[in-house]
């Protein structure tokens, strides 16, 4: 395939290995764009600690590695930007690197992109007055998960964070004193609405997973510039499999370093699984994923399990009978419900937890904010097996209609028109 055009995708993270929800966005999302769409693609990323630069798939064209700036220009960035001139937010400050800046601008003069695309607001300063088609890719609305967080986990919240564990114990303490946290945290929320805003008003086109968020985010611009570019579902890896799962075995799939991942796991333990074992005594509730902190390992005993980081989830979904998706604080569509839906696995989840996905509640799965009520219903899928197999069928086929790569490749071919 000849490629004639080339998009330059510059993201804070490598888009390989699928190891969390948005690296299996980004590594299809450039997997549509060079295979599919034919477009040929450059990636600037930053590094992760896992990430290895060698795994480079072949639809990668090119990828450059972006040098990060250090904690002290990253702490004085914080101070002078987001606390002092009130200018940008932390998620912003953190992941703005001079040096890097240089590069992408170096890139976009060699390579002459087409377009230009900026991975969530930490990468979309690098794009703002790039002379291209620019497209801000936020994923979802941030602004909105940390003020969801504030209303809903004050203890847990952390804002500054894998930046944190950078810096020296004494300082990381300080840090985490609770009315500072609350206070940077208030204004990190106000500095993201309004840079949302404002990156969307620069870019040509600014891309969201949900269709309401895309919505509402057209209502605020008073501008028809935001679009819904839809995550998916691989369902020939994620293939529906009959139920085989002997043991009661509940599920939950996510990083346990992210924030609304650890709550949800938090509030699963306290609040719903002492109900469960009450009607279901050998039920024992299963955590699927790395970043486990020793916090959050001290909650571990014969009913609850922590697997760590796995090389392939399937292994560990096909041994549960029920998924939970307890979460109290988010935003976006929830990847982990969609892998475990197109497995075959009924889903219990918060109103949180369903945002955006618009299944049908009692058909495709079940949707219980009541602590009381989601404990029920976890109780009678595992006992009733009928309803749960109708319910796992139901929620299997619902992705293949509505969640496969597809849509999202239609999507990208409306959005990168000529």
Known sequence: MSKEKTILFIMPRLPFPVSSGRKTSLYHYCRILSEELGYRLVVAAFLESSDDPTQKPEFIDKLIVLPKASAKSRILGIVKDSIILHEKPMQVALYWSPEAKKMVDELVEKEHPKYVIGDMVRSTEYIRDIDSFRIADLDDRISLRYKRQLDNDIDGINPYGAFLYTVPKVLRAIMLVKPLKLAVMKNEVALLEKYEKEIGQICEKTVFVAE?????????????????????????????????????????????????????????????????????????????????????????????????????????????????????????????????????????????????????????????????EFADWVTDLLTDEANRCLIGKNGSDFIKDNFTWNVARKKFEELLIE
């Open 212 to 372: 309401k968020e895309a919505y509402e985010f057209n209502q605020e611009l008073k501008q028809d510039k935001a679009v819904a570019v839809p995550i998916g579902v691989d369902v020939d890896y994620f293939y529906y499999r009959e139920p085989k799962a002997t043991k009661n075995i509940v599920g939950f799939l996510g990083a346990m370093s992210v924030a609304h991942n650890e709550n949800a796991v938090r509030h699963f333990i306290s609040e719903i699984l002492p109900i469960v074992l009450q009607k279901v005594p050998d039920t024992v509730f299963m955590v699927i994923g790395g970043g486990v902190s020793e916090k959050l390992r001290k909650l571990e005993s014969e009913h609850v399990y922590f697997t760590g980081r796995v090389e392939d989830v399937r292994d560990y979904l096909e041994r549960c009978k029920v998924f939970v998706c307890p979460m109290t604080f988010g935003s976006g569509i929830k990847t982990k419900n969609l892998e475990a839906m197109a497995m075959g696995l009924p889903i219990v989840t918060t109103s949180i937890g369903a945002e955006n996905i618009n299944a049908v509640n009692g058909k495709d799965w079940i949707v219980a904010d009541d602590n009381s």
